[in-house]
């Protein structure tokens, strides 16, 4: 697992041990920084079910100007530390709140902070043939209040696996859907209203 992009190419980071963290595959970060292109410069990142940090710390290595990596295991948090330790970003570009996602975004909403873009790519969830995706990635849809923390341009890139059929909710409209191997990502915008 490393940096693919920017002032922190080639850095290899970190990553804890065993099944409690799923890094998003180099090649699937590739493809997804390569479809944002120039977004990323100067965008605030809310990278949520942060892991190892990969799809924050690559967005601070493109450009970004600041990124909140939210993440519920200490032990996580602390090899995200060290891996923005590690890539030399400077500390103002880059805050860990060790929280669990859904309250977390409750207090952002209630803060009325916003950001550029919202990355997820929480721990996959289970096939769901005839009935409606219980996932991580579906809790984070049918958050109704997740829009209000986007910028008016702003975008959600969610993560998923094939075989977790979503359902995209109404205050969301996709933009691309970008499949590789089992990983796929929604690009989302808040509907207009």
């Not at 890094?23 to 605030?44: H, M, Y």
């Not at 970004?64 to 996580?76: M, R």
């Not at 990355?119 to 769901?128: H, L």
């Not at 049918?142 to 696996?161: K, Q, Y």
Request: glycine share 8%; charged share 25%.
């Amino acid at each position: 697992m490393r940096i693919i992009g920017g002032i922190a190419a080639g850095r290899i980071l970190q990553v804890p041990k065993g099944l409690g963290v799923r890094p998003t595959p180099d090649l699937v970060k590739q493809a997804l920084f390569n479809s944002l292109g120039p977004r990323i410069l100067e965008s605030r990142v809310l990278d949520l079910f942060s892991g190892s940090g990969a799809l924050g710390l690559e967005s601070l290595s493109r450009g970004a100007e600041y990124v909140l990596s939210i993440e519920k295991s200490i032990k996580h948090a602390r090899w995200i530390q060290g891996n923005v330790k590690e890539c030399r970003i400077p500390n103002d570009r880059h805050k860990m709140k060790v929280q669990d996602v859904f309250p977390a975004l409750k207090q952002l909403v209630e803060q009325g902070t916003q950001f550029d873009l919202i990355m997820a790519d929480p721990p996959f969830g289970e096939k769901n043939i005839n009935k409606r995706s219980q996932s991580l990635s579906q809790r984070l849809l049918d958050v109704a209040e997740l829009p209000r923390i986007l910028s008016p341009d702003g975008l959600f890139l969610m993560g998923h696996t094939k075989r977790d059929d979503v359902t995209i909710t109404p205050w969301w409209e996709c933009r691309k859907t970008m499949k590789h191997g089992d990983s796929m990502f929604e690009f989302l915008a808040p509907v207009s209203s």
